[in-house]
């Protein structure tokens, strides 16, 4: 088995994370009593904002795959009325109603989702402008500069800035290894100057 371990509940955005937070999700997750009596999972309203929030932070380097668009497509047929309110109501206080609706429409038009009176009034909305629809610029280097811009800006203190610009400039040798397929400790200075460098033309570009 495969697992994908998370320190937070999205690794794209931290801001995201503190308010869709692991104790607002455990609060109302659902059990799963075939798994044990500790198996949970998000209820169907989470688990879509999740579902179009994490499509949206790979959408620059990834595209679209249709594994993430069919999840948001059963999602969608699966919520209620109240459901599809609650959605609606997380997607607008977290502001990310524009890139929510570009999933469900994105999903629709794939596989012809039918979408309950709750779920269409939501993409007749007309959101304020909302930074997170920045992460829907496709193209890797616009998603890398998205995401940091956005990080940055949701990160309250100056100590905090440098402390996510230099944990992203000098990451972990383990990583810097593995990242780059490089085994030999001694080339070690020549990734890090090669990160650099990779960070400055896309910085500039």
């Given at each position: ?124 909305e007309q959101?304020?402008?909302e930074t ?74």
């Amino acid at each position: 088995n495969s697992y994908d371990v998370h320190w937070l509940i999205s690794n794209n955005n931290r801001e995201f994370s503190r308010k869709f937070s692991y104790e607002r999700l455990m609060a109302n997750a659902l059990d799963i009593p075939e798994l044990g009596k500790n198996a949970f999972t998000l209820n169907f309203s989470d688990a879509l904002v999740l579902a179009c929030f994490h499509r949206a932070g790979h959408y620059a380097q990834s595209g679209d795959r249709l594994i993430w668009l069919y999840d948001i497509h059963l999602l969608c047929e699966k919520l209620s009325r109240e459901e599809s309110v609650s959605f609606s109501n997380t997607a607008k206080e977290l502001e990310i109603v524009q890139l929510s609706q570009d999933a469900i429409r994105t999903a629709q038009s794939w596989f012809g989702t039918s979408l309950n009176p709750a779920l269409i009034s939501f993409l007749n909305e007309q959101p304020q402008d909302e930074t997170s629809s920045a992460y829907l610029q496709p193209g890797r280097a616009a998603g890398i500069k998205n995401r940091a811009y956005l990080e940055l800006r949701n990160l309250s203190t100056l100590s905090e800035r440098v402390a996510y610009v230099f944990q992203n400039l000098f990451p972990p040798p383990a990583y810097m290894r593995w990242r780059y397929g490089e085994k030999r400790k001694a080339v070690l200075p020549w990734l890090y100057f090669r990160r650099l460098m990779d960070g400055a033309s896309i910085l500039f570009k």
